[in-house]
């Protein structure tokens, strides 16, 4: 059974269509990343996942279950914006998500916090732009879930950071748990995905293996990105 | 290990090669345990699905096995790795060729400026 699945989703902010009859498999264990320009729906799409938006037509499934509190306990997400308190501290945060979610990995975010030199004790206000996008992302991986939504997890931090964070979702990796990183720096991340899943306008123009894409079209998915949505 | 892949062909094949050139140059040694699926993508870098796929088709070809509780091991058949070495050295050497033809040289012109040069690095050591 697919992690995810959406079926003819469809979603519509006034006049604008941000999603048209997108249809998608995840299956576990995959690492897929969902790529597109700006404004191709990528966010809208999590976030329909989420349960944030609820879809204009169609529907989405997480194992098998419609997004709802039960799904929320399985999905673990990266919104593109922090929300973090700025008035609490790091370790505020840990408590804060090891009373939330009941698969929170202390363990883990302990170890990753302190691999990326981040003192529990400063308060979010204090950290630099990077290093809060760093400790969201150390408490959304920290969570043992089935399925993580990723919306720009490596926008904002310099590159060994990036290397460190895509390193944290190959040694995360289970074959049960899929995760699924939006973002258009393709480069970067190409090597670390199985599958990806190019939005156009709301529409999925392309959803193809990495291997598969590169064997049919003799060159990597960035070039080939750039070739799709080449301005 | 280093890596490197380049952008124009499956991460998988790339792998393939790297790790046979591994077994090949005794890096990783015949009857040997190849390290596990998650520290070798993490150490390229790379997703654990594709390092999984990449050592199914090294089984294939029989230059690895598995052993179902302890892991992957690089065969101990010295002659299957000695031949998966003469057919990378024909490889290179087709490749060679080809570069060679492209630059005007035919294969007996190519020879014999190779054992040429051979003579000429002879000279220079001795």
Known sequence: ?231 | MTWTFTPDRPIYLQLQEQFKLAIVSGLFKPGGKIPAVRELAEDASVNPNTVQRALTELERDGLVHTQRTSGRFVTEDVTVIEKAKSEMAMELIDVFLEKMAAIGYGKSETVKIISEKEEVSAHANS
């Open chain 1, 1 to 231: 059974m697919p992690i995810l699945k959406c079926s003819s989703l469809h979603k519509v902010y006034g006049h604008t269509v941000a999603l048209r009859n997108a249809d998608l498999e995840i299956e576990p264990g995959r690492i897929v990343g969902l790529l597109g320009p700006n404004g191709s729906g990528k966010s809208t799409l999590i976030k329909i996942c989420t349960g944030l938006l609820t879809p204009s037509s169609g529907f989405v499934q997480i194992g098998g279950s419609n997004p709802g509190p039960e799904t929320k306990g399985i999905v673990s997400y990266l919104p593109e914006n922090s929300y973090l308190n700025s008035w609490m501290k790091v370790s505020h945060m840990i408590s804060f998500f090891k009373d939330f979610y009941s698969d929170f990995n202390m363990a883990k975010a302990t170890e990753m916090l302190s691999n990326l030199n981040i003192n529990t004790n400063s308060t979010i206000k204090s950290l630099s732009k990077g290093t809060k996008e760093k400790v969201q992302l150390i408490l959304v991986m920290a969570r043992d879930a089935k399925l993580y939504l990723l919306d720009e997890p490596i926008g904002g931090v310099d590159p060994a950071a990036r290397d460190y964070i895509l390193n944290t979702i190959i040694k995360n990796y289970n074959p049960e748990a899929s995760v699924v990183i939006s973002t258009h720096l393709i480069y970067d991340i190409e090597q670390v995905l199985d599958d990806v899943i190019f939005l156009k306008n709301g529409e999925v123009a392309l959803s193809s293996s990495v291997d598969d894409l590169r064997e049919q079209r003799g060159m990597s998915v960035d070039a080939y990105f750039r070739e799709v949505f080449k301005c």
